[in-house]
């Protein structure tokens, strides 16, 4: 129901705006059939995990979606990159330079490597990292250089790459949410030493939970994938320290259905996009927009809010996830303010504070971002009301 | 069966079985259930992130641990690595933990900043004991003790306590086989800080990968629940270092049809296990280790120590052997911890310092189990064991 007075608002009694929970998750669902299919060769094989041949189909597939030579699965995106970080940083050295305003267990996967991170600021145009500032940072006991692509644009990947080989520091990348995407017609996945990805639920591809990562690097690729089984080399020989971090052959059957599905789920993701760019004209809300000469997913949907807009990100988000708009900050807190790190980084800080992400993904249909659209209208319409009611509670 | 040593696999003749037969019990569920649950996922859209299969399963296990907590997770490794940090194990702390063990017990430790003190076994149950403990309790940095229930029999939990308590350290299991089984009546489950339980492929009970952590400590609980993801939760609770442990709704789905399994799987292991001690009772140079008498057991490991002076063959010449048959029967535990990278390079203190392990890493060895295994299989199996060791000096000879 369209909301006409203030009262049909959630926050003041009204019925929420949804039934059900709006998320900003992707939660492609495969068709079923398609599954069952995958699925059957667990029967056949009597295989349920250690490396069967569902995960080595995935295996191989994955790598021909990203042109690389190898790919390796996990069990999640976290294990994914906590053993390319231990794998790939250069020994006898502490440093991981990352940036701040990025996945909230990044600086702790870094730690459970037994390293510690170096925040750095992003760059405001793109909201990704920046090569400059990831200069500044290294130093004599950098071990790696830990980039990450934001959830809309692309960082500067060749700016790192090229520092990455001028300083002899190892480049990884958390690619997740830049999945399926190019770089000058270069695939992602294709860059630094290695790139990982996540495959939870929430994720381009669905593998209920799961991750990747994809490499050139053949001795790479087979060091890491002994140490996701316990760094066995070969039956009763350990190579290496190793831990248990395998994909089992249910979440690789997901995976492939999802697989399977993805230009239909970027179809979808398209749609919901142009909906929202479309919906949102006239509010002092900039949506984030995916460069269209690459290839993209389209599925994440961030505003930035403007001069004009009169409620803090906040507000909005308390406004918008009482009608069930399950909307979120983005990255917010950034890293190095969670972790009482004391650093410079006003872009960070900016940006984490100023911009929140839209419900996208499976469960929101075009007609919900009409929805969504006239609400945010709704609200800035009544932006003095409804900011005195909010001033007005807090005192209270 | 065979009735000359030319006949033997080994000796490019056809082997006994036309199929392998692994160890492990690789339980696979009734394909019309995995439909049945499957479906019920895709309509609820809920792939992850404790959903109701999840919750569902984890009120099964305390019911079946008799504990407060029963927390499903990613596997049991990353079980025993976030139980570290929800104890609060110091980085460069010390954890007392058996040698002759999975590699997954020791490596846990070192992904949580720990160092290992191997402790030696007890050549009966190939389990810590409060005695062995004893002596290394004392040292410098020593902060836990990690117990492992080796093949679903306790360790000496009440020797290991007593420890524990008089050296003011932290106690916790590595149950990864031992679910369902008791020590003195009482579920494993309940004993020491936590315990941690694997339902990897090759358990029992099975969710394709999966483990998870029981207590009676609501403290710990919330705080492995933190750890282990926000979804969850029942309150947010600071750890010094955030985790990963999700399970997702398809290892729920697997570990409840496993679970309906469970009675049904535990008593076809017990009649193989009583099948294969009956066959090999008499071979020379076999020595069963049996489940621990008046308890209740899930019976899923055949395990066996080969004395080759009695035997006749080695336990590798033995595997060896059998292989050929189709039967991969496995060496455990090789290497030993203590002789493994990275532990015999950063602790080369303990590599000459295990004799009862090293003894245990030469002659253990499992065979096939699980549902593989039929009881006819067993019935040949012995009489191939039997006829190799009567036949063990030829064949030894031939080698």
Redesign the interface.
Known sequence: MPKTTLDDCALWGGAKLFGEPKPTSGLHRPSEDRFFAYAQSIFSSRQLTNNGPLVRQLETRLAAMHGTKRCVTFCSGFMALLITVHTVALPGRSEVVMPSATYRRMADIVRWAGLTPCFTDIDERTMGVDAAQYRQRVTDDTALLLGVHPIVKMSDVTGLEALSCETGVPLIFDSVEAAYGTIGGKTIGSFAQAEVFSMHASKFINGFEGGYVTTDDEDLASKIKRVEAFGFKAQDVISELGCNAKLNEVHAAMSLACLDEIEEQIGHNRNIFDCYEKALKGLPLDLVHYDTSEKRTWKNIVVRLQDGWVFSRDELLMILQSENILARPYYSPPLHIKDGVVVSLPVTEAVTASSCVLPSGAHVSETDVADIATFLHFVHAHRKTIKARLVQGTLA | MKQYISQLGIFGHEPLFGSILPVGQ?N?PD?DR??EM??GI?QR?Y???HGMLAVELEDSLCRLFGTRNALVM?????CL?LICKALGLPTGGKVIVPAFT???TV??L??A?LEPVFCDVDPASHCLTGDLVASLANGEGVCAILGVHLWGNACDVSGLQHVAAEYGLKIFFDAAHAIGCTLDGEPIGGFGACEAFSF??TKIL?S??GGCVSTNNDELAEKLRNLRSSYGRRERVETS????G??????AA?GLISLEDFPKNCESNRKKIKLYSEGLASVPGIRILSPTPREMHNYQYMVLEIEESTFGLSRDELVHVLKAENIHAR?YF??GMHR???YNKQFPQFVEALPITDSLCSKVMQLPSGQ?VTEEHIGDICLLLRFIQEHAAAIKGIL
């Open positions: 690789i696979l394909e995995f439909r499957f479906h895709f859209r792939y992850t992130n990613t596997n049991a490794t990353i690595s999975f590699a997954a490596q846990a070192t992904w900043g990897h492929a099975n394709a990968e270092i955030d985790g990963y999700r399970f997702s709704e398809a290892q697997l060496r090789v290497p493994c990278v990275p593989r």
